[in-house]
């Protein structure tokens, strides 16, 4: 795909370059909170590798007051939409909104209507399990109990167990932009006879099982589609990067209550046109239908820095006390490796402490567009605007699997109390949060961004682990290689 057309990066000394928009932005976010802390990200001279204090920044920055987080929010988004920009070859670069200004091209609406059966209660696949009912009220307390989820993932589950025709979203269309996403809800809410909008690239090969998939459930599929005889899964899809027009003229006249679903994934820097995009077309799709009409839908990555409150610290701080079998190993290896390998996660005491999960092979372009869905998440609910936002856990999806070093560190992560779900536990128990808080919503904030983004967490044991996730990946990934062999 082309780096100068569509959604794009600016110009900067003749090249479109990634590290200093990026650089510019997460300084332009922190400037009026925290200025100390935008210099020193203008300075940063190797953004690659020095981009992760300056994302830590953006969290700490934000701790003393949810104006001070939201300040930080709306800036960092006012700085994408301003970055950020609209290319066309044949014109200058325009700015980012005159994206719709441009001609859409004609597409019409194509329904798939399944012929399953309608799953009739929530059950969530396990370890080659379907569990439903007090079997998965009590897998879910086993999270709880062993770290890997926050204790308010509970009666969020329980809820929607409790109320199965919630499963179904009536009078709601769910659009999943990122229809094809390993994570995303699609497939759940349609075997649970939901009504769902898919945008997604047009390739027939992505499409075809899409379309196969939906026939064989209880739900409703909605497809834009290019006029003509082919079949459908040639004429599916739309392009976010390049036709965002036509992506946003087609959302925008889809009939009753929209729920808005990010779930867009691309590698490099693509992620963060991507994620411009769909920020973009939110922006728009909120200009032109009433209040309260358009809800949000955001997958969190639960490699990312977050605030995290002061019992998982506790619960990180007696782990690390109760690893005295480890002593023996831990005590060399941080002697030998300068204090990098098995480093405390928290300061005894913190609250909130400051998980930093970030797994430096992803890089700062992923960084930033997940944080572009962050931001929009916070300024939104604040804006009274019904808001899904929860972190996932550790995924084996193939983006991850298809990276050696971090499908190593997956498999060898449980020796450090982290658990690796499988996509379709994943998927499953997201789609049946996104339930809840659509059917429950709109949800006031609990007083801050970060106590939002903390309630129903699901992060695998990052945040309650003994030791700092990336002191510890490279003994994970090690153990991985061995255990594979």
Request: hydrophobic residues 40%.
């Amino acid at each position: 795909m082309s780096e100068s057309t569509g959604v794009v990066f600016p110009l900067v000394d003749g090249r479109r370059s990634t590290a200093a928009t990026g650089r510019t932005i997460v300084a332009d976010a922190l400037r009026r909170v925290d200025p100390i802390g935008a210099n020193a990200t203008e300075r940063e001279t190797n953004w690659r590798a020095g981009y992760l204090v300056h994302f830590r920044r953006l969290v700490e920055a934000g701790l003393p007051s949810a104006e001070a987080a939201l300040t930080i929010a709306r800036d960092g988004l006012a700085s994408v939409h301003t970055r950020l920009q609209w290319g066309d070859p044949d014109a200058a670069d325009e700015p980012l909104a005159r994206a719709f200004g441009h001609p859409p091209a004609p597409v019409a609406t194509e329904e798939v209507r399944g012929t399953g059966e309608r799953e009739p209660d929530l059950s969530v696949p396990y370890r080659g399990e379907r569990l439903r009912g007090d079997a998965l009220r009590r897998q879910v307390d086993a999270w709880i109990a062993a770290g890997v989820a926050e204790p308010s993932l509970a009666d969020v589950v329980g809820e929607v167990i409790d109320h199965p025709e919630w499963l179904a979203l009536p009078d709601r269309t769910v659009v999943v932009l990122g229809a094809a996403a390993e994570m995303g809800p699609l497939r759940s809410l349609l075997r649970w006879g939901g009504t769902v909008a898919a945008v997604d690239l047009p390739r027939p090969g992505l499409w075809e099982p899409l379309l196969a998939e939906a026939g064989e459930t209880s739900g409703r599929l909605l497809v834009p589609a290019r006029p003509g005889d082919r079949p459908l899964a040639a004429r599916a899809g739309g392009d976010l990067i390049h036709d965002l027009s036509t992506v946003g003229s087609w959302v925008a006249g889809l009939d009753g209550h929209l729920v808005l679903g990010n779930y867009v994934y691309a590698d490099g820097a693509m992620n963060v046109r991507v994620s411009a995009a769909v920020d973009a077309l939110t922006e728009h799709l909120r200009r032109l239908r009433p209040p309260g009409e358009v809800g949000m839908s955001f997958l969190a990555t639960p490699t990312d820095v977050f605030a995290v409150p002061g019992d998982a610290v506790e619960a990180s701080v007696e782990s690390h006390a109760q690893r005295r079998t480890s002593k023996a190993l831990r005590v060399p290896l941080r002697t030998l490796s300068g204090g990098r390998l098995l480093r405390r996660n928290y300061v005894p005491g913190e609250d909130p402490g400051i998980n930093d999960s970030v797994v430096t092979q992803q890089g700062p372009n992923y960084l930033l567009a997940k944080r572009i869905q962050r931001w929009r998440a916070a300024v939104a609910r604040d804006e009274g605007v019904p808001v899904s936002f929860h972190i996932a856990p550790p995924t084996r999806t193939r983006s991850v699997v298809k990276n050696r070093a971090l499908a190593a560190a997956y498999a060898g992560a449980h020796r450090f109390g982290i658990e690796v779900f499988e996509p379709g536990t994943s998927n499953t128990l997201m789609a049946a949060l996104l339930v809840h808080d659509v059917m429950t919503g709109p949800r006031p904030s609990l007083g801050h961004p970060w106590v939002d983004e903390a309630h129903a967490a699901v992060h695998g044991g990052l945040w309650r682990a003994a030791y700092d996730p990336r002191s510890a990946l490279g003994l994970a990934a090690l153990l991985g290689f061995g255990a594979s062999r």
